[in-house]
T-cell receptor, first 113, second 109 residues
Framework: GAVVSQHPSWVICKSGTSVKIECRSLDFQATTMFWYRQFPKQSLMLMATSNEGSKATYEQGVEKDKFLINHASLTLSTLTVTSAHPEDSSFYIC?????????FGSGTRLTVV | RKEVEQDPGPFNVPEGATVAFNCTYSNSASQSFFWYRQDCRKEPKLLMSVYSSGNEDGRFTAQLNRASQYISLLIRDSKLSDSATYLCVVYSSASKIIFGSGTRLSIRP
């Protein structure tokens, strides 16, 4: 139980385009989801906390206009990387809290060329 | 100073060896502590929780020392499949999760 499904698992996009990443809680309701970014050989860094029905809370240094978060339902949160640049290439992971603790999505590897 | 600091590794040990990792945290109000395992290009997965009384799960033992503000993970009789990055995770509150930078472990035959 407590599965978080994340799509796509990998994506390659051209510089300047936007990419949407979805994170779904399959068997539980997630009022709060977390979005992380991980660069190679580094730890996960919290980008923002996504709250169902309200605005996301962004960590210091994360541009809210560039990383758009929408949490319109109790089972779905999306992260849109707008006007992507090569430096946005990274591993993006979502997580949600459930009865099983914090469960992570399988991650999305974004490569911007 | 980082909120959570972890042995950077990498640790390269022979199969069957015992290896230990440490992790220190700066916020004395931190509430919960965990060790996660992350394989290359995969999401982190919960390995075990860490309690003040210590807890053991097979070959893995986790300890918490609140007075000194550190947690540890001990792996006995290491296996090749234990090769991964081990992340120390501290929950300061219900909405604040801090990850350590991870310790890379490589077990050689």
């Amino acid at each position: 139980g407590a599965v978080v499904s994340q799509h796509p698992s990998w994506v390659i996009c051209k510089s300047g385009t936007s990419v949407k990443i979805e994170c779904r809680s399959l068997d539980f309701q997630a009022t709060t989801m977390f979005w992380y970014r991980q660069f190679p050989k580094q730890s996960l860094m919290l980008m923002a906390t996504s709250n169902e029905g309200s605005k996301a809370t962004y960590e210091q240094g994360v541009e809210k206009d560039k990383f758009l978060i929408n949490h319109a339902s109790l089972t779905l949160s999306t992260l849109t990387v707008t006007s992507a640049h090569p430096e946005d290439s990274s591993f993006y992971i979502c997580s949600a809290s459930s009865w099983a603790g914090y469960t992570f999505g399988s991650g999305t590897r974004l490569t911007v060329v | 100073r980082k909120e959570v600091e972890q042995d950077p590794g990498p640790f390269n040990v022979p199969e069957g060896a015992t290896v230990a990792f440490n992790c220190t945290y700066s916020n004395s109000a931190s509430q919960s502590f965990f060790w996660y395992r992350q394989d290359c290009r995969k999401e982190p997965k919960l390995l075990m929780s860490v309690y003040s009384s210590g807890n053991e799960d097979g070959r893995f033992t986790a300890q918490l020392n609140r007075a000194s503000q550190y947690i540890s993970l001990l792996i006995r009789d290491s296996k090749l499949s234990d090769s991964a990055t081990y992340l120390c995770v501290v929950y300061s509150s219900a909405s604040k999760i801090i990850f350590g930078s991870g310790t890379r472990l490589s077990i050689r035959p």
